[in-house]
C-alpha cells in the first residue's frame, strides 16, 4: 500500500477554517495598531516641524512662523493636512510674496483632525524669533481621532520654544498650562 501524499478536501476545509477564525480574531487588534502607529507619526511629524521652525530662526537670525494650511500658501486654523515654514520678519504670521516659504509638510491627518490654541490670543499660528524663542502666545496643539470626544494626545509649546507631548491621564483627560480640559469639538 502506497503511503499517502496529499490532504483531503476535509483536511483542507477544515485548515482554511481555522486560518479564517484567526484571521478575524486578530483583524480589529491589528487595525488598532495601525490607528495608533499613525497617531504617533502625527504626534513626532508635529514635533519635528515645530524644532525645524525653531532652528531655523536660529539659524536665520530672523522670525520664523509655524502655521496650518490647507492650499500649501495660506495660513488657516481650519486647516487639517499640511504645516507651513516660513521666514516673517514682520511676525505677523501672514505669508505673502516678500515672504521666503522654508518648507511645506504634508501632515498624515486622514484618521483625525489636528487643533491649535494659543493661551491668551487667537492667533493661529507660531513665530519663533531669531533667538528661538515664541514672538507671540505659547500654545497646545491636540490631535482628535474621528468620532471621539476627547484627544489622543497634546504637544505644548511654551514661550521659549520648546515643545513637549501629553497623554490622556487616567481619566481620559488631558489639561492644558491654563488648567483646561482640551475637548473635541
Not at 42 to 60: D, K, P, V
Not at 152 to 157: F, G, K, L, R
Amino acid at each position: 500500500m502506497k503511503p499517502q501524499l496529499g490532504f483531503s478536501l476535509l483536511e483542507l476545509t477544515l485548515s482554511l477554517a481555522i486560518i479564517t477564525l484567526l484571521a478575524a480574531i486578530s483583524l480589529p487588534a491589528l487595525n488598532d495598531f495601525y490607528h495608533h502607529t499613525q497617531q504617533k507619526q502625527l504626534r513626532s511629524q508635529l514635533m519635528h516641524a515645530i524644532e525645524l521652525a525653531r532652528h531655523q530662526a536660529l539659524a536665520q537670525e530672523t522670525s520664523v512662523a509655524l502655521c496650518k494650511s490647507d492650499q500649501g500658501f495660506i495660513c488657516s486654523n481650519q486647516a487639517k493636512n499640511k504645516l507651513l515654514i516660513f521666514i516673517n520678519p514682520n511676525a505677523d504670521g501672514v505669508l505673502t510674496d516678500k515672504h521666503q516659504l522654508l518648507f511645506t509638510l504634508s501632515l498624515s491627518t486622514s484618521q483625525g483632525n489636528l487643533h491649535w490654541r494659543s493661551f491668551s490670543s487667537h492667533r493661529d499660528y507660531l513665530v519663533f524669533s531669531s533667538q528661538g524663542t515664541l514672538q507671540n502666545d505659547n500654545g497646545t496643539f491636540w490631535y482628535c481621532a474621528n468620532h471621539t470626544s476627547f484627544p489622543v494626545w497634546a504637544v505644548i509649546v511654551n514661550q521659549s520654544g520648546r515643545a513637549r507631548y501629553l497623554e490622556p491621564n487616567r481619566q481620559d483627560k488631558i489639561i492644558d498650562g491654563q488648567g483646561k480640559q482640551l475637548k473635541c469639538e
